[in-house]
C-alpha cells in the first residue's frame, strides 16, 4: 500500500501538510494473492480419476483493505492443454467465496466439487480472482506454479469382485469348476482299491460258500 503526502506553500514557505500515513482516504493499495491447491480428502496433492473428485483451493491475499466485501473466484486448468476444465454440462469448473477480511492479510478457501473421472493422468491448476464490487484486484493465474497443481491419478480397479459379482482368482490361485469332481474320483477310487486289496465286500464262489 502506498499513502500520499501533500504539502501547500506559498512563496516557498509551507503553510498546511497533510501526511497521515494512516489515512486509508490517502491510500492506495496493491493487492497480492496465493494459492496452494489441494485433495480434499487428504490434503496432498493428488485425487483420483472419480465422478466426486474435490480441491480445496487456499488463497493467500495481502494488501487488501479491511471491512470491504471481496469475492474470490477459483477456476481449474488444464495444465496439458491450458484450457479451462469443462464440467459434463459444458461449463467450466469454478468455485467462488465471499469474505470481508479483518485485516490486510489472511487466507480464504474456495472448494471445487467436479467430475475428474475424464482426466486421469493430467494435472490440473488452481486460478484466482479476487473482485470488489465487480472489479479484479488481484490475479493469480500460473500454470507452472507446482504450489497450485494437483495430479489426477487413475483410481485402481478392484480385484475382489469380477464383473458378474464373483470374486477374481488371486496370483497363483486356480479356480477350475472341475476340479472337486476330480478329488471326488480319486477319492473313489482309492476306497475301491483299498477294499479290494483287503477283500472286503468280495465275492467267493468255492464250495458254495459266500
Known amino acids: 500500500s502506498v499513502v500520499a503526502f501533500e504539502s501547500l506553500s506559498l512563496g516557498g514557505k509551507v503553510v498546511a501538510t497533510h501526511e497521515d500515513i494512516n489515512d486509508d482516504w490517502q491510500t492506495v493499495s496493491f493487492p497480492r494473492v496465493g494459492t496452494t491447491a489441494t485433495d480434499a480428502a487428504d490434503g496432498d496433492h493428488e485425487v483420483g480419476a472419480s465422478a466426486s473428485a474435490g480441491i480445496v483451493d487456499t488463497v493467500e491475499y495481502s494488501g487488501l483493505v479491511p471491512g470491504l ?28 467465496a465471499t469474505f470481508t477480511p479483518e485485516a490486510t492479510e489472511g487466507t480464504v478457501e474456495v472448494a471445487f466439487a467436479f467430475d475428474a473421472s475424464a ?92
Do not use: N
Request: hydrophobic content about 40%; some cysteine.
Open 69 to 96: 466485501e471481496y469475492v474470490v473466484t477459483g477456476t481449474l486448468v488444464d495444465r496439458e492443454t491450458g484450457e479451462p476444465v469443462i464440467c459434463a454440462d459444458g461449463t467450466k469448473v469454478e468455485a467462488s
Open 119 to 210: 482426466l486421469a493422468g493430467h494435472e490440473v491448476v488452481a486460478f484466482a480472482t479476487v473482485t470488489h464490487e465487480g472489479r479484479v484486484v488481484a490475479t493469480h493465474a500460473d500454470i507452472s506454479d507446482e504450489g497450485k497443481t494437483v495430479s489426477v491419478a487413475a483410481v485402481p480397479a478392484t480385484t475382489e469382485t469380477a464383473a458378474t459379482g464373483g470374486t477374481l482368482p488371486k496370483t497363483g490361485e486356480v479356480t477350475s469348476p472341475f476340479l472337486p469332481l476330480v478329488g471326488a474320483g480319486v477319492l473313489i477310487a482309492g476306497i475301491a482299491w483299498w477294499l479290494h486289496r483287503h477283500g472286503v465286500g468280495t465275492v467267493s464262489h468255492g464250495d458254495g460258500d459266500e
